[in-house]
């Protein structure tokens, strides 16, 4: 339970369900959203650039998230959830859909492919269910690389033209990142409040034990039917969004690689807590942006590797995070987070 500052209590059950609990709070919310959307307007465009990844990014890892930190189920596959997305959105484009109807037919596409992903959940778990949705990571690429060229453009891929709306063209990063970050509050928001309900307490009952749970009569596959769904409906939404952005895409996108970066997001952020991916998705692209700002300084001090040098950097101190932090903070960053408000809360007290 979160410790409170002392006069901050509970009036009634509303006031006790409120995520923001009292003016001072809905004050420095509103200038947080104020700030956040005026910074289009008078940021770097490369700044504007690694938000918007930072977001499209952040809406795969809270797909994780509820999958695997609030069911405890593995999933390999969250990349080519988000292909599935990206390409309905293209196709739908391509065949004269407008890409705001496209957005959430992608979401929903991909959720109904996760389904079908999810049905191994039934009989197997753990390390098992995680290899049989590595089997969605190597199928659905290829399916997008050799089923139906003329339609998903095979290796080379699909073009995507920037939408419009209102008269306004999204070809650009301060344009896109408003669609972009409206949708990571959207999501965001749908992601805290299904930790509230009753399928959210019915999926962390299944993750700290299955068998108790069936024994309290929570139906466990359809939960987990439904964890699966909305992970991938989160990919596919971000999938849509990464289309977008890229207005490019093609199946080498979307590798396990990607997959394995995902899941690091939502490990170093801390598994099954709303903060989680938001810190480690944060944390991890901007540990890649300075790989790329500090790749060509390396270069010229160890001239004899500077081939492959960028290439090399980036997963080095990505695996080097992982393993650090699995090792002296295997609750993430989230937890360190909520370590720090209860020490500033409890001061001058260490007890």
């Known amino acids: ?25 809905w004050a420095m919310f509103g200038a947080f959203i104020l700030v956040l959307f005026a910074l289009p307007f008078f940021a770097d465009a490369h700044v504007v650039g690694i938000i918007n990844l930072i977001g ?11 999958l695997v930190g609030y069911t405890g189920q593995i999933s390999l596959g969250q990349a080519a959830f988000m292909a599935v997305g990206a390409y309905t959105s293209a196709v739908l484009v391509k065949y004269g859909v407008s890409f705001w109807l496209a957005l959430p037919l992608s979401g ?15 009989r197997i778990k753990g390390f098992y269910l ?13 399916f997008f690389r050799n089923v139906r060229v003329d339609i998903f453009g095979g290796m080379p891929g699909m073009k995507l033209t920037p939408p419009e709306l209102f008269g306004i063209v999204f070809n650009s990063q301060q344009t896109l990142f408003f669609p972009i970050i409206g949708t990571v509050i959207v999501t965001t928001f749908i992601a805290k409040n299904i930790v509230r309900t009753r399928l959210g307490r019915a999926l962390i009952a299944i993750r700290d034990n299955d068998l108790s749970a069936e024994v309290l009569g929570i139906a466990v596959f359809a939960y987990k039917l439904r964890a699966f769904f909305l992970s991938a ?13 890229a207005r490019s895409i093609n199946p080498e996108q979307f590798s396990l690689g990607q997959s394995v970066w995902y899941l690091g997001m939502v490990i170093v952020g801390g598994m099954g807590h709303g903060l989680g991916p938001i810190l480690g998705t944060t944390f991890l692209r901007l540990l890649d942006e300075l790989t790329v700002q500090i790749a060509p300084m390396l270069s010229k001090v160890f001239p004899q590797v500077e081939t492959g040098l960028l290439a090399a950097l980036g997963p080095i101190l990505f695996g080097g995070s992982l393993m650090l932090f699995l090792i002296f903070e295997p609750h993430g960053l989230a937890h360190r987070w909520e370590m720090l408000k209860a020490a500033w809360r409890l001061r001058p007290f260490a007890h």
Do not use: K
């Not at 410790?3 to 995520?19: E, I, N, V």
């Not at 929903?108 to 039934?122: E, K, T, W, Y």
């Not at 995680?130 to 290829?142: E, G």
């Not at 409906?233 to 971000?238: K, V």
């Open 56 to 66: 499209i990014s952040l809406i795969a890892a809270q797909g994780l998230n509820i």
């Open 108 to 122: 929903l596409s991909a959720g109904m492919v996760g389904l079908l992903f999810g049905l191994p959940a039934l």
């Open 130 to 142: 995680a290899m049989a949705t590595l089997a969605a990571q190597f199928i659905i690429p290829w």
């Open 233 to 245: 409906l989160y990919a596919g939404l971000a999938g849509s969004l990464w289309a977008m952005y």
């Open 1 to 25: 339970m979160a410790l409170r500052l002392a006069g901050d209590f509970d009036t009634s059950y509303a006031h006790d369900m409120a995520t923001v609990r009292n003016r001072g709070q």
